[in-house]
Every structure is written in C-alpha cells, then in structure tokens.
C-alpha cells in the first residue's frame, strides 16, 4: 500500500498551481478586480462558516429535542401499566417478559445522536452557506460588467495554462512509463 493510497499523503501541484494563479493575478487584473476577487473569496467563506456554526446549533438542538423525547417515552412506558400475561384461546397462560430495560435511553446512544446530528448540521449547513456565499460572491463580481471581463479573461488565461501544464505531465508520466519497459 503506498502514501497515494490517503487523499492527505498524495503528492499534488498545489504549489505549482498557486505560483501560476499567482502570476495571473499580479498581469492579468487591474488592483480593483483583485480587491474584487478577494472580497467575494472571503464572502463566500464567511457564509460557509456560518453556515457551519448555524447548522452545527441546529443539529445540536434537534440532538436534544430527540434525546428529551426518548427520556419521556420511556418515563410514559415504565410509568403504564402493562400485561404481564397471554391467555390463549386453548387456556394455555404465557408470561410476557419485561422490555423495559431495554428501552432505556443509554448514555452511549445520547453521544452518538448528538454526534450524528451535529456532524449532520455541520455538512447541511455548510454546504448551504457555500452555496449561498458562491452567488453573493458572483453577484459581486458580475457588478461591473468592465471588471467582470477582466476576471473572466484571467481565469481562462489561467485555466489554459493549466491545461498546458497537466499535458507536459501527461506526456512526461507517459515517457518514463515507456523508458521502463
């Protein structure tokens, strides 16, 4: 098994990739569409964060909504009144075991409803305030259409370059696999 297999341990351009976005922003955009771009990146990020925070309370409370309705179904359970027999229609009598123990609400299920439903709120909350944050954050850019231009013009001179740069790999890769054989 080798370190590619973790997405954490893999090997990636971001470097090289950051370097060339880097050049582009400094030649390609005018010092308005920088503050532009950076002003609508943190919007976005600050609406995923709290989106995040909101979702993490909202699962929190609802964590606590269904453990307090678990603790008093179970008080309402033990408190009633129930059979301890079965007759049948033949006159045989069966004792019916009491379940109540095992409804009891465990401390092991309260950390794993609050873990669930706060790792639930965190995704749901999250990705809804990255949503939300990415269209504020293209309603800022799409502003001045002038600047707008300028960005998009940038981002596919960008993304070319890219391109360029992941074929010279492929081609690099696809060299030293055949120098192997």
Do not use: C
């Not at 269904?66 to 129930?82: D, P």
């Not at 409803?113 to 990415?134: A, D, K, R, V």
């Not at 504020?136 to 300028?150: F, G, T, Y």
């Amino acid at each position: 098994m080798s370190s590619e297999a973790f997405a954490a341990l893999r090997k990636t351009q971001g470097e090289e990739l950051n370097k060339l976005a880097e050049e582009h922003f400094k030649h390609d955009l005018r010092d308005e569409d920088r503050e532009r771009i950076l002003s609508a990146g943190s919007k976005a990020s600050t609406h995923a964060l709290i989106g995040s925070l909101a979702g993490l309370a909202l699962g929190g409370w609802l964590a606590f909504r269904l453990r307090a309705n678990r603790r008093a179904m179970y008080q309402a359970f033990r408190a009633s009144e129930k059979p301890t027999h079965v007759k049948f229609a033949n006159g045989r009598e069966e004792a019916i075991p009491d379940v109540t123990q095992l409804l009891k609400p465990t401390p092991l299920g309260d950390i794993m409803t609050y873990t669930f439903f706060g790792l639930g709120g965190i995704f749901l909350g999250g990705e809804t305030g990255l949503l939300t944050g990415s269209w504020s954050a293209k309603r800022m850019i799409s502003r001045n259409p002038d600047s707008r231009e300028r960005i998009e013009k940038a981002f596919r001179s960008f993304r070319a370059d890219v391109l360029r740069k992941q074929i010279e790999d492929l081609k690099a890769d696809k060299t030293n696999s055949m120098l192997m054989k």
